[in-house]
């Protein structure tokens, strides 16, 4: 449990103060600021080596050697040759003056596109003693094509070293982007390697190469993609066990692992998400598609916040939990797959660096409204709609969120600006909110109808999504409080656990930390005074009743979506390995109708839907897909969200 | 007994009593005494290095209690008859409290921290000087028959708790000081081979087989005052190993006192098949299963010709990678060490007052050439000494085939002095230990043995490991923690490590000590450094044992334990 726990349990966040950097660039000319002196503090290695000095130290590593001697059937010199034109599709080339570039036109592009770009400096001071100290790895959130940009930016504006970062190879077919990305410091990597053993090693030993030098801060999306929901996604592995390989083997003493949380009051892309979450496939990324796409610069999107987080020593989190011995009897650069004990390692270190990631997201009033307006899809009245997300304000605060929530401004401008951001999905009309619908010929089919109204919806579900980390633990408590007879803590914390699990791909929890999680949830619904607890019960508390229904509530879409209605009525669930593996026994006892095997589904990577014939379900819960049709679930336009949830009897809760 | 090593040195602080650091009443570091080429020297730049490095001040002071407190020794557990019979058979005992604690300690840091506060703790009972093989015999026997815990000691120069005796040990514990045994009995001239009775001093053996043009070639740092017997238990190491070899490379056949009788070859066969080699059960056995009395060891002609030097490198990566390819090339000369650049400054603070103004000059035209001709960055560059041994041709054809592969590594020759002095700080680097001890340092050194491809990591996070626990357990100024290469191998290197700090401020400053050394080893030990290269297990590091050779390893050690010592007469409690 460690440090994540020690912060859990203090659950109001840190004050944090946030300057925003664009003030300065409208104030002062971009030319001057890009042209400044740039002279950030020596990282803790040697100097930086040239890019081809870099790339020579990978193609004559010993680790490279030995891949390169086992590729049998090839001559070694066509196999060393390959390995160099891997090397040279992937490889960074950072230089200075495209940062100047690049720092001159995103002065121009970000003060049109934002109001503020919010950063936290004592974030930014902590993370300028990290780097002196040990390599550094950048690991932000992914919610906009966007994000690495902001960063390189900013790291340019506090005179910090430029990250390498790691991109996907789209953005390098972009010509001339892809070049400027390139000499920005981005490498480039190919989707779906798979089992491809040259470009794992190349690939591996460039990233290394960089955390062992040390020269810049390695920055990549743990989440592995752009989540399209808004919602955290559960960690990819891959770069994380390479940036955690050089700890492992000794060649760096530490590693700071410094979670970086970037919000959006309005996401850039956010209709472009609703139609890939609808299936419809996502844009190529082109220098034309992005020349066309410059409409997006006429809106206004709002403040965005940089929230750096502190540096979570990955020496600290391995004390005790992993045997630095374990290369002791064999050459460290042999290639081979990282341990059982490195991979349970890394799955953590990842998964909580998503957690803090989520701890430090500032959200916008917007994302409570959106909240309960998804609960009152076909419409609500503004003055009951103000009211409940001032009530919900004071809830989510006694969770922990991180709230920009201006204090010398009036409540109510404050909720009616930040929904204005939002015309496109919401409208105020007579003291009344509406979800807006795309327009359109009259609908032909109910299929039609259903597609204009989803887009709506989902963008409204993506901006609660920004929240629902705030309340997730709570919410799974007073979910469980609600199916367990009497009171017992035992009971419930039995019913969380299998919540948890059954979860286990919809939200993040760091793996082995089932009793931290409850006892976080427990906690929080102390704090906002929902439950009362003694020694083995936890009772709800008739004065906060509401916040307990109000609480389950945001999950029943959630619980809704992974009971998927069979042709029979037989219940399939997804990730059904999961509960299994947990709850052999329960399954059939929660599910005695049960005919079929179950059925685990395949996630698509891209994030959009695969034609695949067969029940599917998306990241995103609110919808599911069933035999290519596509339907809103009701569980999402409850006409009654202010109730309990309204669980099948053959349910597990 | 006659004169012992006891008459001249220090109860509780390294070394001979007339040689000692001191800073004085100008503040100058001086090293007193006649014994070695620094002696009578004053050091002008030890005070400013010491107070810089430690963030001390010569104002605080922690002088050592100056005598013993006899009345502070517990009185002896005697067993009566087993010192009648002693008697009775002529040897020499004696329960005089001095010989008993002198006999109490090796030299850790908390050995000599608590005799030099006048803490007294457990010691031995008796001391006996058996004065050949067979005096060992009769000791045996006798200790047998009346269940007496029998310690051999030898020089008393053990860093790994070896000499302490186990709290736990209820029995009359016997020091069984071997000093009096030691005579060359033969030179073998044909075979070039000397037997000697295990007690002999090192720098006595080596000084006696040169009077007959002979040598050994085993020279540890602590050959002044340890003992042949002593380096036969621990698996001892020397400086010029790359020459002569290790101690267990050097012994061709050892003769041992163990409760079950006595243990020896039956020839002296220069190599033999007939099973494990007895003498690996008895080399770094550390004193539990008997005494050895007797080695034949080889012997080689004087060298002709000896020549020191020394290498600059512009940073220790780039002097580690030079000895990694003189060890590839198998080139070494008799002696190759890197020191880092800590102990490049420490060196140089240690530099006694020039006599010209000449050489004072000459000091900074180098200085000047190195650091702003060459770049060299004073924080970065270190050095390597070097010492090449045999005939004057080869010797010479040796150097330069060295400094050629230094030269690949942006090495620069540096000079005879500068190697030269480098060897001679070894011995006094010792005493150092004593005047910081004075001024509220306190510090230790350890070592290992590592492969070649992790000995840049292992340094890097030892020393790094031992500035955070310092910093950590509230030590409130950054420690001294510097290392050096001192060894090289086929397949890697052995590794040394200096670590002090000043304690000004802590409550239990021995506690802080111990926990930071203990922190550091594990560091070693996940860098895929050994447990020990030449210091031994002892009781200080029995911790790992299981750790270090499996499970099933231990209980091999264990079962012969068992059958050559039943009734743990050699109790010290070592090793296992």
């Known amino acids: ?653 | 007994p006659k004169a012992t090593l006891q008459d001249i040195m220090k109860w509780n602080g390294w070394g001979y009593s007339d040689s000692r650091f001191l800073f004085n009443k100008k503040g100058q570091g001086e090293f007193t005494g006649k014994r070695y080429r620094l002696s009578g020297m004053i050091l002008p730049s030890l005070k400013d290095w010491f107070e810089a490095t430690f963030g001390t001040s010569l104002q605080h002071k922690t002088p050592a209690t100056p005598t013993l407190n006899v009345s502070a020794v517990p009185p002896p557990n005697l067993v009566e008859p087993f010192v009648e019979e002693l008697k009775v058979a002529g040897v020499a005992a004696s329960h005089d409290p001095e010989g008993r604690v002198f006999r109490s300690h090796g030299h850790c840091l908390h050995e000599i921290f608590a005799l030099r506060e006048g803490r007294i703790g457990r010691v031995p009972d008796l001391v006996v000087w058996p004065n050949c093989h067979n005096d060992v015999v009769k000791i045996v026997e006798l200790a047998c028959k009346y269940n007496v815990c029998l310690m051999p000691y030898g020089g008393g120069t053990s860093v790994s708790s070896a000499l302490e005796c186990p709290l736990e040990e209820t029995r009359s514990v016997v020091s069984l000081d071997t000093s009096q045994m030691n005579r060359i009995l033969w030179i073998d001239e044909k075979n070039l081979t000397v037997h000697v009775e295990a007690g002999i001093i090192g720098q006595d053996l080596e000084r006696q087989l040169n009077e007959s043009g002979y040598c050994t070639g085993h020279e540890p740092d602590s050959m002044e005052f340890s003992s042949l017997g002593g380096w036969v238990a621990t698996r001892a190491s020397g400086m010029k190993k790359n020459i002569y070899g290790n101690i267990e490379d050097l012994v061709v056949h050892i003769k041992m006192v163990t409760p079950r009788g006595v243990i020896e070859k039956s020839c002296q066969g220069p190599r033999m098949s007939t099973g494990p080699d007895i003498h690996h059960f008895i080399m770094g056995s550390e004193g539990t299963l008997g005494v050895v009395t007797e080695v034949t060891m080889k012997i080689r002609p004087l060298p002709e010709y000896q020549k020191y030097g020394s290498i600059v490198f512009p940073n220790f990566q780039q002097g580690v990678s030079c000895l990694r390819e003189v060890a590839r090339q198998r080139c070494a000369p008799a002696s190759i060490r890197l020191m880092d650049n800590e102990q490049f400054q420490f060196g140089h603070a240690l530099k006694p007052q020039v006599s010209s103004i000449f050489t004072s000059f000459l000091d900074g035209l180098k200085k000047f050439y190195i650091t702003k001709f060459k770049g060299f960055e004073p924080h970065h560059l270190c050095v390597a000494t070097l010492l090449f041994e045999g005939d004057r041709e080869k010797v010479l054809q040796h150097e330069k085939q060295v400094y050629d592969i230094a030269a690949k590594f942006g090495g620069l020759a540096a000079g005879e002095d500068n190697g030269q002095r480098g060897y001679m700080l070894t011995f006094v680097i010792a005493y150092l230990r004593d005047l910081g001890m004075d001024y509220y340092v306190i510090g230790e050194s350890f070592e290992t043995s590592v492969p070649w491809d992790r000995v840049l990591d292992l340094c890097r996070n030892v020393k790094e490991r031992i500035v955070r626990e310092c910093k950590e357990r509230g030590v409130q100024f950054p420690p001294f923690s510097t290392c050096r290469v001192t060894q090289t191998y086929d397949a890697g290197a052995c590794v040394y490590f200096y670590f002090a700090f000043n304690y000004r401020g802590l409550a239990d400053p021995l506690h802080v000590y111990e926990r930071v050394e203990h922190e550091a080893r594990e560091e070693i030990l996940a860098n895929g450094g050994s447990l020990s290269h030449h210091h031994g297990v002892g009781k200080l590091r029995k911790e790992w044992m299981r750790e270090a050779v499996s499970t099933v390893g231990l209980g091999m050690l264990q079962s012969v334990k068992e059958y050559v010592d039943p009734n743990n007469i050699f109790g010290n409690r070592n090793l296992l």
């Not at chain 1, 004050?15 to 003030?23: C, G, K, N, Y």
């Not at chain 1, 003055?383 to 109510?412: F, N, S």
């Open chain 1, 1 to 653: 449990g460690g440090h994540l726990l020690q912060s859990a349990q203090s659950s109001r966040a840190e004050p944090a103060s946030f300057v925003d950097i664009l003030e300065e660039r409208r104030r002062g000319s971009d030319i001057s600021h890009a042209l400044r002196a740039f002279s950030p503090p020596p990282g803790c290695g040697a100097p930086p080596p040239s890019p081809s000095a870099l790339n020579k130290m990978v193609l004559e590593s010993q680790h490279l050697r030995y891949v390169v001697a086992a590729e049998s059937g090839k001559p070694q010199a066509r196999v060393r040759e390959e390995a160099a034109a891997l090397l040279d599709e992937m490889s960074q080339n950072l230089q200075v003056t495209f940062i100047r570039l690049l720092g001159f036109a995103l002065s121009k592009i970000f003060t049109r596109l934002f109001r503020r770009i919010q950063v936290n400096e004592d974030g930014l001071a902590r993370l300028q003693q990290a780097t002196q100290e040990h390599p550094v790895i950048l690991m932000p959130n992914h919610r906009s094509y966007v994000d690495f940009l902001v960063l390189s930016y900013i790291m340019f504006t506090y005179d910090l070293s430029i990250p390498v970062i790691a991109a996907g190879i789209p953005l390098m077919g972009m010509s001339l982007i892809g070049e400027i990305f390139r000499r920005s410091g981005a490498f480039f990597i190919r989707r779906a390697i798979g089992s491809d053993k040259l470009y794992w090693a190349v690939l591996s030993e460039y990233v290394r190469t960089i955390v062992r030098t040390g020269f810049a801060p390695v920055e990549f999306y743990v989440e592995g993609l752009r989540s399209r929901t808004l919602k955290s996604l559960t960690p990819k592995m891959g770069m994380m066990h390479m940036v955690l390989e050089p700890f492992l083997k000794g060649e760096v003493y530490d590693l700071s692992l410094v979670p970086v949380s970037i919000s959006y009051d309005r996401v850039l892309e956010e209709s472009l998400l609703a139609h890939e979450l609808l299936g419809v496939p996502k844009p190529r990324e082109t220098t034309r598609g992005l020349l066309k796409a410059r409409r997006v610069l006429e809106q206004d999107y709002g403040s965005m916040h940089v929230y750096f987080g502190n540096p979570v020593s990955v020496r600290e989190l391995a004390k005790g939990r992993i045997g630095r011995g374990q290369y002791n009897l064999v050459p460290r650069d042999l290639p081979g797959r990282p341990s059982e004990e490195s991979q349970a390692f890394a799955s953590a270190a990842a998964h909580r660096v998503v957690r803090l990631q989520e701890r430090g997201t500032v959200l916008s009033p917007w994302s409570l409204t959106a909240l309960l307006v998804l609960q009152r899809p076909d419409g609500t009245r503004w003055d009951l709609l103000a009211r409940d997300t001032l009530w919900l304000r004071g809830i989510a605060l006694q969770l922990g969120a991180r709230l920009d929530w201006p204090a010398d401004l009036p409540d109510l401008e404050v909720m009616s600006s930040s929904m204005a951001l939002h015309r496109s999905v919401v409208r105020c009309e007579e003291g009344c909110v509406w979800l807006v619908e795309e327009a359109g010929p009259e609908p032909v089919t109910q299929e039609e109808g259903v597609f204009r109204r989803a887009s709506a919806v989902l963008m409204c579900a993506s901006y609660r999504n920004q929240a629902l980390h705030v309340f997730t633990r709570p919410a799974m408590v007073a979910v469980a409080m609600g199916t367990v007879p009497g009171h017992s803590q035992e009971d419930i914390y039995r019913h969380f656990c299998f919540l948890r699990d059954l979860f286990a791909n919809e939200f993040v929890f760091v793996p082995g930390c089932g009793p931290q999680d409850f006892e976080e949830g427990c906690s929080g619904l102390q704090q906002c005074g929902a439950v009362s607890a003694t020694d083995h019960e936890l009772k709800p508390t008739e004065e906060e009743r509401d916040t307990i229904v109000f609480l389950s509530a945001i999950l029943e879409p959630f619980i809704e979506t992974y009971q998927v209605t069979g042709d029979n009525c037989t219940l399939l669930y997804f990730s059904l390995r999961n509960c299994l593996s947990f709850f052999p026994s329960h399954f059939r006892e929660i599910f005695p109708n049960s005919t079929r095997n179950p059925v685990t589904l395949r996630r698509d990577t891209e994030g959009y839907l695969p034609p695949t014939p067969t029940c599917c379900k998306l990241q995103c819960p609110n919808i599911y897909f069933r035999q290519s049709h596509c339907r809103i679930h009701p569980g999402s336009c409850s006409p009654t969200p202010l109730c309990g949830p309204q669980v099948a009897t053959s349910s597990p809760i």
